[in-house]
């Protein structure tokens, strides 16, 4: 059960308990004490059942520690203990105690498997080959193979896979230098920022869900994403999919701008304002990421003065229409960003909030005004809270105005 251990590695975390990964000469069917810290259940490894590790845990009692893998498959029940369980507990890090990298453990498991298969079968038969008595298969694995290594990266991504965790390391380890010349700040400090608060971090992908919206059926995701013990939820709208969505998989590292959503007395949340591939930061890459920054604090800053406009009494509907009548709504574009999805939009979003105020367009760029457009007056609409959060939500917009006549 991935939550029950998920909660047992939270709870040693925040005691600075660590957790060390199974090891086939101390785990047992559940998590154990060591003097080193709390070692993994085996069969928390995925494809790894509890008759596998009875088998291995009774051979273990019965006759010592294993002292190689070598040795572990000649004793081991291959009936009960197949190659490629023998392969996830390798990956997982079961035989970490070993002099052999986990690569060169991998390469010899079939030809291993295969003698011992091999001699297992004619024990039960009564069986005595000649040339077994001649030839010295120990010595055959007395030394590793000459293998390609793994990098760290494909350990990880296999520890998630087999664990649910990264175990031995983490994915930004390595990336460290580089988070902070780029100014990120880590998930831990995004928990304690005010709302509205706009950053740059880096994490890593743990798990992506793709979902279409029912009113547009544009795609979306929703992402956990994690830097190592903190973990939030990250939605990525459609907007950001559409040009992103190709980096949007398990274990990718992302570099993002991120702003603070939590309303009051909510859980906080997070909202992606651009995000990139971390592992391909450059110039360039840093340059957008900075224009992205000040762009989203600008409509951070333009939205809370927005909220912070008193507001005015209600007053009978007759004469609310009548005062709307007289009124346009102005809206001010990103004249460098705005595309025509952007547009459609707010065609729709026109149509839904249909009524008698005027609506003007004007695009902007670099504090400039470089055009304008009137709409047409069958898309006129009523000035309401409800258009005011269509609009604020809105991501070409940069500023929302109203004037009389």
């Given at each position: 059960?991935?939550?029950?251990?998920?909660?047992?590695?939270?709870?040693?975390?925040?005691?600075?308990i660590a957790i060390l990964?199974?090891?086939?000469?101390?785990?047992?069917?559940?998590?154990?004490?060591?003097?080193?810290?709390?070692?993994?259940?085996?069969?928390?490894?995925?494809?790894?059942?509890?008759?596998?590790?009875?088998?291995?845990?009774?051979?273990?009692?019965?006759?010592?520690?294993?002292?190689?893998?070598?040795?572990?498959?000649?004793?081991?029940?291959?009936?009960k203990v197949g190659k490629?369980?023998?392969?996830?507990?390798?990956?997982?890090?079961?035989?970490?105690?070993?002099?052999?990298?986990?690569?060169?453990?991998?390469?010899?498991?079939?030809?291993?498997?295969?003698?011992?298969?091999?001699?297992?079968?004619?024990?039960?038969?009564?069986?005595?080959?000649?040339?077994?008595?001649?030839?010295?298969?120990?010595?055959?694995?007395?030394?590793?193979?000459?293998?390609?290594?793994?990098?760290?990266?494909?350990?990880?991504?296999?520890?998630?896979?087999?664990?649910?965790?990264?175990?031995?390391?983490?994915?930004?380890?390595?990336?460290?230098?580089?988070?902070?010349?780029?100014?990120?700040?880590?998930?831990?400090?995004?928990?304690?920022?005010?709302?509205?608060?706009?950053?740059?971090?880096?994490?890593?992908?743990?798990?992506?869900?793709?979902?279409?919206?029912?009113?547009?059926?544009?795609?979306?995701?929703?992402?956990?994403?994690?830097?190592?013990?903190?973990?939030?939820?990250?939605?990525?709208?459609?907007?950001?999919?559409?040009?992103?969505?190709?980096?949007?998989?398990?274990?990718?590292l992302i570099y993002a701008?991120?702003?603070?959503?939590?309303?009051?007395?909510?859980?906080?949340?997070?909202?992606?304002?651009?995000?990139?591939?971390?592992?391909?930061?450059?110039?360039?890459?840093?340059?957008?990421?900075?224009?992205?920054?000040?762009?989203?604090?600008?409509?951070?800053?333009?939205?809370?003065?927005?909220?912070?406009?008193?507001?005015?009494?209600?007053?009978?509907?007759?004469?609310?229409?009548?005062?709307?009548?007289?009124?346009?709504?102005?809206?001010?574009?990103?004249?460098?960003?705005?595309?025509?999805?952007?547009?459609?939009?707010?065609?729709?979003?026109?149509?839904?909030?249909?009524?008698?105020?005027?609506?003007?367009?004007?695009?902007?760029?670099?504090?400039?005004?470089?055009?304008?457009?009137?709409?047409?007056?069958?898309?006129?609409?009523?000035?309401?809270?409800?258009?005011?959060?269509?609009?604020?939500?809105?991501?070409?917009?940069?500023?929302?105005?109203?004037?009389?006549?």
């Amino acid at each position: 059960d991935l939550s029950k251990v998920t909660k047992i590695i939270r709870e040693c975390q925040a005691m600075h308990i660590a957790i060390l990964p199974p090891d086939v000469n101390e785990s047992t069917t559940v998590f154990v004490a060591t003097s080193k810290g709390i070692r993994f259940a085996m069969t928390a490894v995925k494809g790894v059942g509890e008759g596998v590790v009875e088998a291995i845990v009774i051979e273990r009692k019965a006759n010592g520690p294993f002292v190689s893998l070598y040795e572990f498959i000649k004793r081991i029940d291959t009936h009960k203990v197949g190659k490629k369980v023998i392969e996830c507990l390798i990956e997982a890090g079961a035989f970490d105690f070993s002099d052999w990298s986990r690569a060169e453990l991998i390469a010899c498991v079939e030809p291993m498997y295969q003698v011992a298969q091999k001699e297992q079968k004619e024990s039960e038969r009564g069986e005595l080959n000649f040339f077994s008595l001649i030839e010295d298969e120990d010595a055959r694995f007395a030394h590793p193979p000459q293998v390609k290594p793994l990098t760290k990266m494909q350990i990880l991504r296999r520890e998630k896979e087999l664990l649910g965790f990264y175990l031995t390391g983490h994915p930004l380890d390595d990336v460290k230098d580089l988070l902070q010349k780029l100014s990120c700040v880590t998930l831990e400090q995004i928990d304690n920022l005010d709302n509205g608060t706009i950053c740059r971090a880096g994490f890593v992908i743990e798990s992506v869900s793709i979902r279409l919206a029912n009113r547009t059926g544009r795609k979306f995701a929703i992402l956990t994403i994690g830097d190592s013990d903190i973990r939030f939820e990250l939605p990525i709208w459609s907007d950001i999919f559409d040009e992103k969505g190709h980096l949007l998989v398990e274990n990718q590292l992302i570099y993002a701008v991120l702003q603070v959503d939590k309303e009051e007395g909510s859980q906080k949340r997070l909202q992606c304002r651009w995000l990139d591939d971390l592992t391909k930061a450059d110039e360039t890459m840093i340059q957008e990421c900075d224009l992205a920054y000040d762009k989203a604090r600008m409509q951070a800053k333009m939205s809370s003065l927005r909220k912070s406009r008193p507001k005015q009494g209600k007053e009978p509907k007759k004469e609310k229409k009548k005062e709307e009548a007289m009124h346009t709504l102005i809206l001010k574009l990103n004249a460098k960003e705005v595309r025509l999805s952007h547009i459609l939009e707010l065609r729709k979003i026109f149509r839904e909030q249909s009524g008698p105020s005027a609506v003007e367009l004007e695009f902007w760029s670099e504090e400039r005004q470089v055009g304008k457009v009137s709409i047409e007056s069958t898309y006129g609409v009523e000035l309401t809270a409800k258009l005011k959060n269509l609009l604020e939500e809105h991501p070409a917009i940069i500023d929302i105005l109203t004037k009389s006549g």
